[in-house]
């Protein structure tokens, strides 16, 4: 006998939201009403549900003005599980992205591509055309379940990679809102003819098991009210933690035999990272082992734990709805009964695994089967053409001339996949041509950094992210050659406010916006992206990186294990060993760095000389900074000045200081020593 279960929410008092889902019909409205009218924005209710259709309303906030209406327009973001991007739908989002947005691409921590300044009458034209080339935004945004992520790795003589992005893909199916409205608001009913849907996975979400189906309803897992907040998966193979699978509220690791065979699946449950500045019951957390399961009852468990959020989840404070919440009020045990129940099954112990190690794919690698895939570093996920840096027109010449599909990586890159040898060379000389750099060629603190986009779009931003973190990684890349630290490279991260889209909260070194032009600042996070950070200063102003940084990078130098990385240091030796040592520094100059200063250093003398013809600073351009360097020593005839040059020129000096085996300040400062003497000369 199949049995229904009732509304989870009918004895609960419920936010705002509750009752705009609930009113919705089944995500219609009012969205479809008001994307008729000649309005340049929605109300924000229809905003709610707009984010069910994969958008978000913004403001784009450089453009404000006082007294003028905002600039309203829409972010669309892409649904692909396991971050497949077929040629035809790679090459429709690069034109939308010219003809009705922003001329970028942005590719997201999450597998997906989003499109930035689409304006509300052209919102209809760009989903429609999405949808018709093999793409959707269908659940990308909203509460429930969001993009499946899964290791990129396209190898095709490793099954369990293979079972991996089969089974991202089939639970993003299982999950995927049934409700008619997507189609007949964006496409005006029009069937869109794609792949067959898995029986299996079919099959699994009309199961009810112990009640985890609405079987009287259009959405038989979600139901009227959908998830109490948004719901994210992924599905990864053993050792590979490219997806960070400790952040997701599921993560499934394939277990395979000898043979390759699939098993099952180990379960992870309850990762979550947002939460809010000064509001203690909001926190970041990382999952716990759930157990194991075997390959034939993996849809219905997922169910089951989906269920126990929906139905269990707090539908009341929207800032403790995330599902990591409920394993943290009820602990793992009681959440795991919970689950059971709906399952009708006892899950089996959790099978051990190989340490989790992060890659990131980028450069050349082979398929296994005669072909190969290749990496590509994006900075910050942005797609674009700027001066001699053309990705934006590279990608599409590749797509367009080869017809390669793409993967999406969790870092926000890309992978172009299924080349045949002969056309490596082909494909290098065309990123050559358009400035797009080896991932040797890559600073290793730019190749394993994330930044959210924040300024000026997004809404929740309280400082800026994606535009600043090119300077600071400079800045943090000539401190660390300061001390003596050449080589040494970590993961930083910065979002712009603490909702941790780019993750910050699993960084050795994260910055997340807490005010303008400050930041707090987590430290602690491991390499591999197993352990939390934790919060090491609640408010650091972006003017004061060096002299807050230097003396936790010169406690590294000195005290590090062999091979021991910044995140495991700064979390084996403690906050209260670090502030000692950072309060023992600023007392006691002897302990500065004097051999090296960084990248170039100037006294008052010269700065005053060179200053009124340096032009203003910005990512290109160079500039003098006036903030003092840490190791002044009180004495105003010794302050040395920071000069920040163009990335190409440092580049350039570090070079030419191993040649002649001097350090970079010697060789800077005897160049502009040199060119002061003959503009002096030539007056």
């Known amino acids: ?79 692909n599980p396991g971050g497949f991007i077929p040629p035809s739908l790679y090459l429709t989002l690069d034109r939308l992205a010219d003809e009705y947005g922003n001329h970028t691409l942005r590719a997201t921590t999450r597998q997906g591509f989003q499109l930035h300044g689409i304006l509300k009458k052209n919102i209809k034209t760009v989903l429609s055309e999405i949808i018709h080339h093999m793409g959707s935004t269908l659940g990308a945004c909203g509460d429930l379940n969001r993009n499946v992520m899964a290791p990129p790795a396209p190898y095709k003589n490793r099954p369990e990679y293979e079972y991996a992005r089969l089974y991202a893909n089939n639970i993003a199916d299982l999950l995927t809102p049934q409700t008619g409205g997507y189609y007949e608001i964006w496409l005006d009913g029009e069937k869109v003819i794609s792949a067959e849907e898995n029986p299996e996975v079919k ?10 189906i609405f079987s009287d309803l259009e959405e038989p897992i979600y139901g009227q009210h959908y998830m109490p907040r948004k719901f994210k998966c992924a599905v990864t193979v053993p050792g590979d933690n490219s997806v960070d699978l400790y952040t997701q509220d599921v993560s499934l690791v394939v277990i395979t035999n000898s043979a390759g065979e699939l098993e099952g699946f180990n379960v992870i449950a309850g990762g979550g990272l947002g939460r809010t500045h000064n509001k203690e019951e909001t926190f970041a ?37 995330r599902m ?56 910050n996920g942005r797609v674009h053409d700027t001066g001699n840096f053309q990705l934006k027109a590279a990608l599409k010449e590749i797509v367009q001339q080869f017809q390669l599909p793409i993967l999406l990586t969790p870092n926000h890159n890309i ?19 358009h400035g797009v750099l080896k991932e040797t060629e890559i600073d290793p603190l730019v190749r394993f950094a994330m930044a959210c986009p924040a300024f000026p779009t997004c809404g929740l931003a309280i400082t800026e992210s994606e535009r600043i973190i090119p300077s600071i990684l400079e800045r ?72 807050f940084l230097e003396p936790i990078f010169v406690y590294f130098k000195q005290d590090r294990k062999l091979e021991e990385s910044f995140g495991d240091f700064c979390h084996r030796v403690g906050f209260d060993s670090i502030r000692q040592f950072i309060t023992n520094y600023s007392l006691n100059p002897s302990m500065n760095i004097q051999t090296q200063e960084i990248a170039v250093t100037l006294d008052r003398e010269t700065l005053e000389e060179v200053s009124p013809s340096v032009a203003p600073s910005d990512h290109e351009d160079s500039a003098i900074s006036t903030q003092p360097s840490i190791d002044d020593g009180g004495d105003p005839n010794k302050i040395r000045h920071r000069v920040s040059v163009r990335h190409q020129t440092y580049l350039d000096l570090r070079e030419e200081s191993k040649r002649q085996g001097k350090p970079v300040v010697e060789i800077a400062t005897q160049a502009i020593e040199e060119y002061l003497s003959r503009m002096k000369a030539q007056q």
Request: glycine residues 8%.
């Open 1 to 79: 006998m199949t049995t229904s279960v009732s509304s989870p929410t009918q004895d609960h008092k419920l936010s705002k939201v509750e009752g705009i889902k609930e009113r919705s019909n089944y995500l219609r409205e009012p969205l479809a009403t008001e994307l008729l009218n000649d309005e340049n924005f929605f109300s924000d209710n229809a905003v709610q549900i707009l984010k069910f259709h994969g958008s978000y309303q913004q403001d784009n906030r450089d453009n404000r003005a006082k007294g003028q209406e905002k600039d309203y327009q829409m972010m669309l973001r892409t649904r």
């Open 203 to 212: 099959a699994a979400r009309q199961r009810n098991g112990n009640g985890t």
């Open 285 to 321: 957390r990382i999952g716990d082992h759930l157990g194991y399961v075997d390959k034939a009852d993996i849809y219905d468990l997922v169910k089951a734990i989906v269920a126990t959020q929906r139905d269990y989840g707090d539908r009341h404070n929207r800032r403790h709805a």
């Open 324 to 379: 990591k919440y409920l394993l943290h009020d009820w602990g793992v045990e009681k959440f795991k009964v919970k689950v059971e129940e709906y399952f009708g099954k006892t899950l089996q112990p959790y099978k051990p695994l190989p340490d989790w190690k992060y890659q990131d794919y980028l450069g050349w690698h082979s398929q296994g089967d005669g072909k190969h895939f290749l990496g590509i570093s994006v900075e």
């Open 415 to 433: 992978i172009l996949y299924e080349i045949p040898p002969q056309y490596k060379s082909q494909i290098d000389t065309i990123l050559a041509q």
């Open 476 to 547: 943090i890349r000539v401190l660390l050659d300061k001390v003596g630290l050449e080589q040494e490279h970590f993961v930083v991260r910065m979002t712009g406010c603490p909702n941790g889209c780019a993750r910050p909260y699993m960084a050795e070194l994260g910055f997340v916006g807490s005010a303008p032009d400050s930041y707090q600042v987590w430290l602690g996070g491991s390499p591999d992206q197993i352990r939390l950070a934790e919060p090491f200063v609640n408010r650091l102003a972006i003017d004061e990186l060096e002299t």
